[in-house]
């Protein structure tokens, strides 16, 4: 029962790192990365479709991208699709390829996105935190109805404990690479 605990907090632990992995992409650095693209969907015959299934997307050199859509008929439409996200690329077609060049980035412009890698990094902390909250409130439950006792509910706490730990040394850890990544010229 306390091991089901556990489990299922490092399961949400593990979402939230996930997560945190996944909101670091979107913040892009001065380097091509096809990760870059991979929030952009292509209206494609009607469905909303992510970039990655109806086009290749490769690194040219460390500041450009290439797109090269599947089908012909979609390269303007995944070039309204970049530029009309979130991301301030301005793609240029070139025969059947389109180039995404990364613009360079300011000194003010790193630290604006500096500041949102912590953000969310804090707020992958945030649920890793309350993750471990809520793992110690079943355990106080079961020791409530006489189901633990006070050693095992005291261990499983610890437990717990060590997970959020590990788990928040590794949000941290990725926090200060994606900042080296950032302010890196």
Known sequence: MINDIKADAE???????????????????????????DSVTVNYYGQ?????????????????????????????????AIMSSDLG??????GDIIRVPMPMLTEETRREMVKQAKADAEHARVSIRNARRDANS???????EKEINQDDLRRGEEDIQKLTDRY??????????KEEDLMAV
Do not use: C, Y
Request: proline share 6%; hydrophobic share 40%.
């Open 11 to 37: 399961k949400h632990m593990k979402k939230s790192l996930e997560a945190l992995s996944a909101a670091f992409n979107k913040i892009r650095t001065g380097r091509a990365h096809p990760a870059i693209l």
């Open 48 to 80: 909303e479709t992510p970039l990655k299934q109806v086009a290749s997307v490769n690194v040219e050199d460390n500041r450009t991208l290439t797109v090269s859509p599947w089908e012909k008929n979609l390269i303007p439409t995944i070039e309204k």
């Open 89 to 94: 690329l301005n793609p240029a077609t070139s």
């Open 138 to 144: 079943m355990l106080k439950e079961l020791e409530k």
């Open 168 to 177: 928040i040394a590794e949000v941290d850890k990725t926090l200060k690479s």
